[in-house]
């Protein structure tokens, strides 16, 4: 079983940048892809981001396309995800996911995803 867990959420001014952070451990990670999801009170979760481990591409929601970047640290275990220029409308719950080894056929839907993260709050006020 793999686990996921998220960190760098908080309270921020709009405008202002914050770093999440998600570490796998447990069974061998083989995940292909990991992403970033968003939820927010009384909507559906939707795509943040994504990046193949392997290869290093990256894939963005077109909200977040210039302000966002996911990316791996050395080991390929932790995705981050650099927000720049935060607005109101990106306040959610942000979560981490990653597949079992077998590759999404599209990153960008949720049910794509096998292993999930508990999820790290992210508010941004004006």
């Known amino acids: 079983q793999v686990q996921l867990v998220e960190s760098g959420g908080g309270l921020v001014q709009a405008g202002d940048s914050l770093r999440l952070s998600c570490a796998a451990s447990g069974r061998t990670f083989s995940s292909y892809f990991m992403g970033w999801f968003r939820q927010a009170p009384g909507k559906e979760r939707e795509f943040v981001a994504a990046?193949?481990?392997?290869?290093?591409?990256?894939f963005y929601a077109d909200s977040v396309k210039g302000r966002f970047t996911i990316s791996t640290g050395s080991a390929k275990n932790t995705a981050y995800l650099q927000m720049n220029g935060l607005k109101e409308e990106d306040t959610a719950v942000y979560y981490c996911a990653a597949d079992d080894g077998g590759p999404p056929r599209n990153v960008r839907y949720a049910w794509e995803y096998d292993y999930w993260g508990q999820g790290t709050q992210v508010t941004v006020s004006s």
């Open positions: 990046i193949n481990r392997r290869g290093g591409s990256t």
